[in-house]
Nanobody
Framework: QVRLVESGGTLVQAGGSLRLSCAAS????????VGWFRQAPGKEREFVAV????????DYADSVKGRFAISRDNAKNTVYLQMNSLKPEDTAVYYC?????????????????????WGQGTQVTVSS
């Protein structure tokens, strides 16, 4: 099991930028694909971005492609989500999650059921 803690969420104006962090402790984090998901009030949790265990492959939801970037620093057991050109519709609680199975690559990792460990979430609010 791995413990995940997200941070970096806050209130930001439309057009602004934020960087979320997902810090991990526990099992060998560097061996696992990591995803970011988000959930807005009244909506289902949706895929945002995923990065392979090595960091060599990434994938994004169409709604954030070109604006968000996922990266990882395995030496620090941390995955990041850089969010630029934020829009009010990006408002949500953002969660990071670690894969159930080690060494899986991208494409893949867009479904919540593929993940076994989740953080508590961090709130991102984008004002218009």
């Amino acid at each position: 099991q791995v413990r995940l803690v997200e941070s970096g969420g806050t209130l930001v104006q439309a057009g602004g930028s934020l960087r979320l962090s997902c810090a991990a402790s526990g099992r060998t984090f560097s061996a696992y694909r990591v995803g970011w998901f988000r959930q807005a009030p009244g909506k289902e949790r949706e895929f945002v971005a995923v990065i392979s265990w090595s960091g060599s492959s990434t994938d994004y939801a169409d709604s954030v492609k070109g604006r968000f970037a996922i990266s990882r620093d395995n030496a620090k057991n941390t995955v990041y989500l850089q969010m630029n050109s934020l829009k009010p519709e990006d408002t949500a609680v953002y969660y990071c999650a670690a894969d159930r199975v080690p060494f899986r690559t991208v494409p893949g990792g867009t479904l919540p059921r593929e993940y076994g460990d989740w953080g508590q979430g961090t709130q991102v609010t984008v004002s218009s």
